[in-house]
């Protein structure tokens, strides 16, 4: 093939570097317009191992001063806790920003939402404090956010018994129906928000051949078609006054007048439906792609990518963990992090900070600065190990590999460093920290080559 573009039946051509061989010749003062540039920004944060990296607390930091805080993605299978007046306010579907009360807050088209979870977070959370007082006046949904069902929840437990009969092992998820409502939208046979607002007769009925098609996949679900439509109806009426064009209420924010615009990152990169650890992963993507497919917002609006990371690595559920500790230290950790998952209270497995695994997250997302979390957990280690290569059959492994088979059986090479033995829990400046934990914090700039 050539290199160069020809002009074709009249038509012009480009060439590989991008650049047309053929140029329209522009008449005299004519000037070629230059592109906008963005007039706002948003800002991102997503987690950069495997969840629970403490993307709720950062995203409490940044938006104190935010206007509009966004989910792009996932469902009410992420959690995040944040601690407002000393009380604790748990987030699964809400954009933990909620509690500013000065906020906007947005959930986009790729969110997939239970309704009932949805009203009764929102409940739950209201009962603990003030801290979301009045979330309906500052909280607006996507028309084109897809809806998780009951029935949806219902399935995801089956499919999981079904993985435990014929392979032995699940993939961990945790029913909330978040992998059958994708598989719904995917499959095109899903329902969205504006399905529910509009004409419900015709949602009543794509709603029973939805219902119906897996009822024929699965004979032993157990849905109660009329009694679900009819708390549909309800929700329905609740929902409508939060309902908005998402496409363009973020057009708007990002070319009107100055806004500062944070994206919440639910779940992480490792849990990445493409660049995850296959198949034990989330449904959606939660990389950074998909701020853009979930809000639609261009590629070119998106401004800092912050990555959170955790000061060691957890991972709930199965699935690979090659720097997992299976003994006292990882006991250790386990217990001072109080490593429970916040949606489904399951115990995180722990182990050393996996830089190979960072460093691969940071490939895919670009972060401009990582956020370091739960330093103070390491207060009491004497030594701390910080996997930075792979091993297989005694032969580096130069990427993170995409087959799990091969992840399983990596050995991992670690660099040793000196513990501080010290209290940093009150610590509130880089400068103030022991000499040590500014060592261990530079160690994972320089390797990662981000600033913290």
Known sequence: ???????????????????????RPRESGQSLRAPKEPRNKVT?????????????????????????????????????????????????????????????????????????????????NLQKGKGLQ??????????????VFNFHQAVDGIQEQQRQLQAGKNLGTTKKGIGPAYSSKAARNGLRVCDLVSNFSAFEEKFRVLAKHFLDMYPSLNVDIDSELQQLKVYAEKLRPLV???????????????????????????????????????SSNCTVGGVCTGL????????????????????VGVGAFPTELDNDIGSLLQSRGREFGVTTGRRRRCGWLDLILVRYAHMVNGFTAIALTKLDILDTLSEIKVGVAYFVDSEPLPNFPANMDVLTHVTVKYETLPGWCCSTEDVRCFEELPPQAQKYIRFIEDFLQVPG
């Not at 009045?134 to 809806?147: C, Q, T, V």
């Open 1 to 23: 093939m050539a290199a160069d573009s020809t002009m074709s039946n009249g038509k012009e051509t480009a060439s590989l570097d991008g650049e047309p061989a053929f140029k």
């Open 44 to 124: 991102v944060v997503l987690g950069a191992q495997w969840g629970d990296e403490g993307k709720g607390k950062v995203v409490d930091l940044l938006a104190m001063d935010a206007d509009i805080v966004c989910r792009c993605q996932g469902g009410n299978n992420a959690g995040h806790t944040v601690v407002v007046d000393s009380v604790e306010y748990d987030f699964h579907l809400l954009p933990s920003g909620v509690l500013n009360q000065k906020a906007l807050s947005f959930i986009g088209n790729g969110v997939v939402i239970h309704l009932p979870g949805l009203f009764d977070e929102a409940q739950k």
């Open 134 to 147: 009045g979330w309906e006046e500052r909280l607006k949904i996507s028309d084109r956010a897809h809806i």
């Open 244 to 282: 908005t064009d998402g496409v363009y209420f973020m057009h708007k924010a990002l070319n009107g007048p100055s806004k500062k615009i944070l994206v919440e990152g639910a779940n992480a990169a490792l849990l990445d439906i493409d660049f995850g650890t296959y198949p034990f992963v989330t």
């Open 296 to 315: 639609g917002v261009p590629p070119s609006y998106v401004g800092q990518v912050y990555g959170v990371v955790k000061a060691y690595t957890t991972r």
